[in-house]
C-alpha cells in the first residue's frame, strides 16, 4: 500500500488490499482483501470493494457505490452514486437440498468497464456485461448487455440511444444521413474515427450481434455477449383525453 494515499480513519482497508499513489479513500468505505487500485483515485463515503476487484488508475467512484468480485475497471472510470457492478446471473441463498450455499455452488459472471467509461448515478451494470471504452451511461439505468466503445445507453432495459466523444458530449447524426455520424464533435472538433462514423447504419441494418460490421470494432471485443442495439427509446405512453361523461358536471 503507498505511504502516500489517504484513508479516513473510518474506512476498513485489508492490509491485502494495494493502493496506488495519491488514491483517497474516504469516510466508511470497505475494500476488502486482494483488491488492486491503481494511483490518484477516489473512493466516496460508503463505497464497497469485493475481494479481488481490480481498478485502475484515475477512477471516480462517487458515495455508496457498490462493486462485486469478478469486476474490473480500467484506468479513468467514473462511477456515480449508487452504482451497482453485480456478478450473479441467478442468485439463491440456498442450494436444492436447503443448505446455504458457498462460493463454490455458483458461477462469477465478470463485469468489465474499460478505459475512459462513465455510468451515472443509480444505474445497475448486470452480471456479465462489457461498458467500452469512452461509453456512457445514463443515471439509473438497467444495463443488460454489453455496451460498444463511444456508446451512450440509458433507459430500462438500457437501449443504444446514440454515440458520445471522450469529452462527454453527445456525437451528432449528420445532415445528410438518419444514422451516419458527423466528421466531428460539435464541443471539442475531435474527429470522429472512420470506423464510428458508419456504426448507425451497421446497426440499423442489423448487425447487433458479434462480428458485424464496423460496429465495430467493438463487437469483436465482446465475445459472447449481446451488444446493445441501435434504436429509440420506448416513448411513454400518453394517457387518453377524458372523454365528455367523465368531465361533464365538473
Not at 458461477?107 to 462489457?130: D, F, K, L, M
Not at 446514440?162 to 458527423?182: F, I, N, T
Not at 464510428?196 to 448487425?207: E, F, H, N, P, Y
Request: with cysteine; charged share 15%; proline share 7%.
Amino acid at each position: 500500500m503507498s505511504s502516500s494515499s489517504t484513508i479516513h480513519p473510518t474506512a476498513e482497508v485489508s492490509p491485502n488490499a494495494s493502493l496506488g499513489a495519491g488514491t483517497r479513500v474516504w469516510h466508511y468505505a470497505q475494500i476488502r482483501e486482494r483488491v488492486r487500485i491503481g494511483s490518484s483515485c477516489s473512493l466516496g463515503k460508503g463505497v464497497y470493494i469485493d475481494f479481488d476487484v481490480v481498478i485502475g488508475d484515475s477512477c471516480k467512484l462517487q458515495n455508496g457505490v457498490f462493486v462485486y468480485h469478478g469486476s474490473t475497471l480500467e484506468d479513468g472510470v467514473f462511477l456515480g452514486p449508487g452504482v451497482m457492478l453485480l456478478n450473479d446471473k441467478s442468485p439463491r441463498a440456498i442450494n436444492l437440498d436447503g443448505s446455504v450455499k458457498n462460493d463454490s455452488d455458483w458461477e462469477v459472471s465478470p463485469v468489465h468497464v474499460r478505459y475512459g467509461a462513465s455510468i451515472g448515478g443509480g444505474a445497475i451494470i448486470s452480471p456479465g456485461v462489457t461498458v467500452g471504452r469512452w461509453a456512457s451511461v445514463g443515471s439509473g439505468s438497467v444495463v443488460t448487455r454489453s455496451v460498444p466503445d463511444y456508446g451512450l445507453a440509458y433507459g430500462n432495459p438500457a437501449r443504444l440511444a446514440g454515440y458520445v466523444c471522450p469529452c462527454g458530449q453527445r456525437l451528432h447524426v449528420a445532415h445528410d444521413s438518419k444514422h451516419v455520424l458527423e466528421t466531428n464533435c460539435p464541443r471539442c472538433s475531435w474527429t470522429v474515427p472512420e470506423d464510428l462514423r458508419g456504426i448507425g447504419d451497421s446497426q440499423k441494418a442489423g448487425a447487433g450481434s458479434a462480428g458485424a460490421g464496423s460496429a465495430g470494432a467493438g463487437n469483436a471485443e465482446f465475445p459472447g455477449n449481446r451488444l446493445l442495439r441501435w434504436g429509440p427509446l420506448p416513448k411513454t405512453p400518453s394517457l387518453p383525453a377524458p372523454s365528455s361523461s367523465t368531465t361533464a358536471g365538473r
